[in-house]
């Protein structure tokens, strides 16, 4: 299904293209980087165009190694239970760099997401605690969107919880998965689209 925005206002957010998500980043999404030139050719349709940014301060407690356990655990933190990932995306540092390639043109507001050091951040609406906002709802309003369209990495963490969250606060969502790729850890991918369409979120590719 081809994407053609009935507005200018329609808004995408592209979802963290960064080097640690990418091939030989520290927390890389297979085929991470084949999603550069398709969000390069989606970005130019929008009126309304924002880039998130995962950033995050060292010793997170998102981090396995600030717990001593192993990557890809989960524990139970204050706000719920809690993936340990990699160290990644660590603030000021190349990992945390929006890819070299994603062209940055169209680009009105870089978001970023994930500073507090202890909470996690998939959704670029709200924190893992699911109590702190990022403003970006209001930033959106302000800017008369009322369809988000979403792409980037990983589709299954912060695409889904972005969209889930877009959806929550009363917009439109649509998901581009030509344009976004998985981890898939242990069925969250099927998971992740089962609750994205429960949602009434469209998942399309262009």
Known sequence: ??????????????????????????????????????????????GIVVATQDWHTPGHVSFASSHGRAPFETIDLSYGAQ???????????????LHAGLDLAPVQLVLRKGFH?????????????RETDTGLAGYLRERGAAHVYLAGLATDFCVAWTALDARAAGF???????????????????????????????????
């Open 172 to 206: 439109e969502v649509t998901v581009v998965e030509s344009a976004s790729r998985a981890i898939d850890l242990n069925g969250s991918l099927d998971a992740a689209r089962r609750a994205m369409r429960e949602a009434g979120i469209a998942l399309v590719s262009d």
């Open 117 to 129: 050091p202890e909470i996690d951040s998939y959704s670029a609406f709200r924190e893992a605690d």
């Open 83 to 97: 993936v340990l990932w990699p160290d990644h995306c660590i603030m000021g540092q190349p990992g945390a760099d």
């Open 1 to 46: 299904m081809p994407i053609t925005p009935a507005s200018p206002q329609d808004a995408l957010v592209i979802v963290d293209v960064q080097n640690d998500f990418c091939p030989g980043g520290a927390l890389a999404v297979a085929e991470g980087d084949a999603v550069v030139p398709l969000v390069n050719a989606l970005s130019p349709r929008f």
